[in-house]
């Protein structure tokens, strides 16, 4: 069964940085694809940046420039980097993995990981 566990979350200052991380287990890593989704208290869940089998990236345009999304398949681990936070990144944040591929404007993933909170201060 794939097990996905997020890490990495926590408080930080507007204008910081944060790297989440997701270890995968169950499955195998460089055969799906994998995104990260968040949820803001009170809003639905949105997705924020996904990769592809091959590593091709994308993300929503109100993080790019900002957030990186990469994979370690040697560890099974896939990662965002965040930097220079806003205040609108506060939620928390999900990994998802699927073996179809799909990217961050799908939500139908077929395995998450529970989340790890991410609190931005100005």
């Known amino acids: 069964q794939p097990q996905l566990v997020e890490s990495g979350g926590g408080s930080v200052q507007a204008g910081g940085s944060l790297r989440l991380s997701c270890a995968a287990s169950?499955?195998?890593?460089?055969?799906?694809?994998m995104a990260w989704f968040r949820q803001a208290p009170g809003k639905e869940r949105e997705g924020v940046a996904s990769i592809d089998l091959i590593g091709v990236t994308r993300y929503r345009n109100s993080v790019k420039g900002r957030f990186t999304i990469s994979k370690d398949t040697a560890q099974n681990t896939l990662y965002l980097q965040m930097n220079s936070v806003e205040d609108a990144d506060t939620a928390i944040y999900y990994c998802?993995?699927?073996?179809?591929?799909?990217?961050?404007?799908?939500?139908?993933?077929?395995?998450w990981g529970r989340g790890t909170q991410v609190t931005v201060s100005s």
């Open positions: 169950g499955f195998t890593f460089n055969r799906y694809s």
């Open positions: 998802a993995a699927d073996p179809i591929a799909r990217d961050f404007h799908d939500p139908a993933f077929s395995y």
